[in-house]
């Protein structure tokens, strides 16, 4: 495990890329032009499956990009978000005063469900950092949970797998190890994602993509193998905040 901590101090500072935040009116297009990048690219390293559906508040991940640039808005705002605004011609004299009654009627009903729908949103630790959608890089029984003691030390989760099971990236990111050189692991990768957050992939018998490359939320990474010590097939999976091992499944659907 010291290894791989002196693995990610070493590689942090290989992360190359910014996150830009849709605005109304922008499209994929005019993105990947302002950034000099391939649309079809942007889309696939960042999981969009329609371009032309891109909704505002959508961040894009820009790889090798040092700084957000302007984006001018090329088609109406209703288009990019998905919604229509109001004409300017609506009459507000006798819409307005039915709509603002109605909402204070139905006002004390409706707190309960935006109190409950609040929590469910934050239901992670309070101290955490972690903003990232993550999934599960693949199913199976969890043979040693976040903190109990295994053949990978206890930092992240050890899932049950048959050898050669496909193993999938749990959130859109850089691939910045890939390899066997940290000993216990097998072959090992690690991606970054945005807020400094890591996902760590181990006891691999196989890596697909390789470091420096950028990979889409459920692609294909790897196929499960064995740990090098022995033992029944399986993924050694971890999730780092910085360098701080965290519990996965915390953060997993």
């Not at 996902?199 to 193998?225: C, D, H, L, M, P």
């Not at 097939?233 to 915390?250: M, N, S």
Request: aromatic residues 8%; charged residues 20%; hydrophobic residues 35%.
């Amino acid at each position: 495990m010291l290894m791989l901590f002196f693995v990610l101090l070493l590689v942090g500072c290989l992360r190359q890329g910014v996150y830009h935040q849709v605005e109304a009116g922008q499209t994929l297009y005019r993105i990947s032009k302002t950034y000099k990048m391939d649309e079809a690219y942007l889309a696939r390293i960042n999981g969009i499956p329609n371009p032309t559906q891109l909704r505002i508040g959508t961040r894009i991940f820009i790889p090798g990009a040092t700084s957000t640039k302007y984006v001018p808005a090329t088609v109406p705002r209703h288009t990019s978000a998905g919604k229509i605004k109001p004409s300017a011609k609506t009459s507000l004299k006798t819409k307005a005063p039915v709509q603002v009654q109605a909402v204070r009627k139905s006002a004390p009903r409706t707190k309960p469900a935006v109190k409950t729908a609040t929590r469910q949103k934050t239901s992670y630790p309070k101290n955490s950092k972690l903003n990232v959608k993550l999934r599960w890089p693949l199913r199976g029984k969890i043979l040693h949970a976040f903190g109990r003691s295994g053949k990978g030390g206890g930092k992240g989760l050890e899932i049950a797998a048959k050898e050669g099971t496909r193993v999938s990236a749990a959130a859109a990111g850089k691939v910045i190890y890939s390899g066997d050189g940290v000993q216990g692991f097998g072959h090992l990768m690690i991606l970054q994602h945005e807020n400094d957050v890591f996902t760590v992939y181990g006891f691999n018998s196989r890596n697909y993509v390789k470091q420096g490359q950028f990979v889409s939320q459920g692609e294909r990474i790897a196929s499960s193998g064995r740990p090098p010590s022995g033992g029944s097939g399986r993924l050694h999976f971890e999730v780092r905040i910085g360098k701080r091992a965290v519990d996965p499944v915390l953060y997993l659907p």
